[in-house]
């Protein structure tokens, strides 16, 4: 019997608890699921991890002070002056793409990176907050940054709507990003699993390369989380100073 | 024979720190090629973002141009008009990407472009640590 391949079935949404009050649909999920591990992770990491505190660390302690030392760096070099009143979002962000970067990576669990709509909530979180903060820090003046200096004046006209677009696509450029990441990773890896388990003799060589695709996985999973937490200093940086 | 014997360990000791630190030396020096796949990764995250910040442009410009023609009804206008506009605020994007001006809207040279030089030297320095 041939053996049906279905790369795409580890990405389904499955009710655990289903919950459906005023007939929204809000059931307790998988995905909700492994969003709860992780911050119930990331919590106990950094409150067990600091309790107890001494002064050279121990192992968790100091997992707990380098990624709190890796945020901070972060944040202060990209953030650049008043950044750092937005640390704990950026380190709550970061912490939470990072853990379900990883916990999906873990097998038979899920991804909830993986799915746009989770994505693009917390890149719309970032750009609507950002925005906001960019407007009570600076009124009216906060549309000087849709302004390019040193233009001629008829050419504004059309370089307004292109600076205006660029910005309004960044949520979705960061959601994307995220989001294709890792549903390319997870899908190539059931694809050559799934040749593994048709081809049973030369099996061996896709299993081969899926152990060395899943090495490439972690480095994605801590790289996109990076790249998500890095981008969102940046764009908090534009809204602080408008240069 | 009695007086030998406290000497013994710490003797014992010495040899296997000076060990160890010759193991770290060896693995601090093998492990230069490491930064390789460092940049590899970055080198990869980078190509991943240029790939996306110009298609993810079109797409989201042009379905933007499409809801425009839906609720004024101009069809096929609006649509094209934005297309070539998400064409050109890709482009930008690209362009100040790859130009290392972050992904900041507007073309003033920032003091953005120290920081994240700072930044990459950070980097840099972390992954010598």
């Known amino acids: ?33 492994l969003m709860t591990i992780a911050v119930i992770l990331v919590t106990a990491l950094a409150v067990l991890g600091t309790r107890n505190a001494g002064l050279v660390p121990r192992r968790w ?43 999906g990576l873990v ?11 989770v994505t693009f909530a917390l890149a719309a979180m970032v750009f609507i907050g950002v925005t906001i903060i960019g407007i009570v820090k600076h009124g009216f003046r906060f549309l000087s940054l849709f302004v390019p200096a040193g233009v001629p004046k008829v050419l504004l006209l059309l370089l307004v709507p292109i600076e205006l677009l660029s910005y309004c696509i960044r949520p979705f450029t960061l959601a994307i990003r995220l989001f294709a990441n890792m549903l390319a990773g997870h899908t190539m890896l059931a694809i050559f699993a799934g040749f593994a ?33 890095i981008l969102s200093c940046l764009y908090l940086h534009d809204a602080l100073h408008l240069h | 024979m009695t007086s030998g014997d406290p000497e013994e360990p710490l003797r014992e000791l010495q040899r296997r720190i000076e060990g ?19 940049s590899f990764g970055s080198a990869l995250a980078l190509a991943w973002r240029i790939g996306i910040e110009l298609v993810g442009a079109i797409a989201v410009a042009t379905a933007l141009g499409w809801a425009i023609d839906r609720w ?17 605020a890709g482009m930008v994007n690209v362009w100040r990407t790859i130009t290392g001006m972050g992904s900041a809207v507007g073309y003033r040279q920032t003091k953005a472009d ?14 010598e640590d």
């Open chain 1, 1 to 33: 019997m041939a053996i049906e391949i279905r790369p795409l079935e580890q990405f389904k949404i499955e009710p655990i608890i289903p919950l459906h009050p005023f007939g929204i649909n809000a059931s307790y999920t998988n995905s909700a699921l």
């Open chain 1, 61 to 103: 302690q100091s997992v707990a002070e380098m990624s709190y030392e890796f945020v901070a760096n972060m944040v202060e070099a990209n953030a650049g002056h008043g950044g750092m009143a937005y640390f704990p979002f950026i380190f709550s962000l970061f912490m939470f793409v990072l853990l379900g970067n990883l916990l």
């Open chain 1, 107 to 117: 097998p038979y669990s899920f991804t909830f990176t993986s799915h746009i709509i």
């Open chain 1, 197 to 229: 388990a048709s081809a049973p003799l030369f099996g061996i060589l896709p299993v081969g390369l899926d152990v060395l695709i899943y090495f490439l996985e972690v480095l994605v999973a801590v790289l996109q989380a990076y790249v998500f937490a």
């Open chain 2, 20 to 38: 160890a630190q010759r193991a770290l030396d060896a693995r601090k020096t093998k492990s230069a090629p490491r930064d390789d796949t460092g």
């Open chain 2, 72 to 88: 004024a009804g101009t069809r096929p206008w609006g649509m094209i008009v934005m297309f070539f506009l998400g064409v050109a």
């Open chain 2, 114 to 127: 120290q920081t994240n030089a700072g930044a990459a030297a950070q980097d840099q320095r972390d992954d």
